[in-house]
């Protein structure tokens, strides 16, 4: 497993600008997966309601 850090400011930009919809941003991670010839891809929510917690995409 890799960990990256990047700048909170970094994050909001490319989050603003290339995915304006976090459902969006969670379709496009689970196509690309797809596009990788991934044979899993899973969705994981974690503690998600109320609002807060982690999504966690992963693949093979």
């Known amino acids: 497993m890799m960990h990256f850090k990047f700048s909170p400011k970094i994050l909001q930009r490319l ?3 290339l995915v304006p919809n976090p459902d ?3 379709i ?3 196509k690309n997966s797809y596009d990788a010839d ?3 891809c899973t ?3 974690i ?3 109320p609002i807060g ?3 966690i ?3 093979d």
């Open 24 to 26: 969006k941003g969670i």
């Open 15 to 17: 989050g603003e600008e």
């Open 28 to 30: 496009e991670l689970v």
């Open 53 to 55: 917690g982690s999504i």
């Open 47 to 49: 503690r998600t309601s």
């Open 38 to 40: 991934a044979t899993e």
């Open 57 to 59: 995409i992963s693949d």
């Open 43 to 45: 969705v994981e929510l």
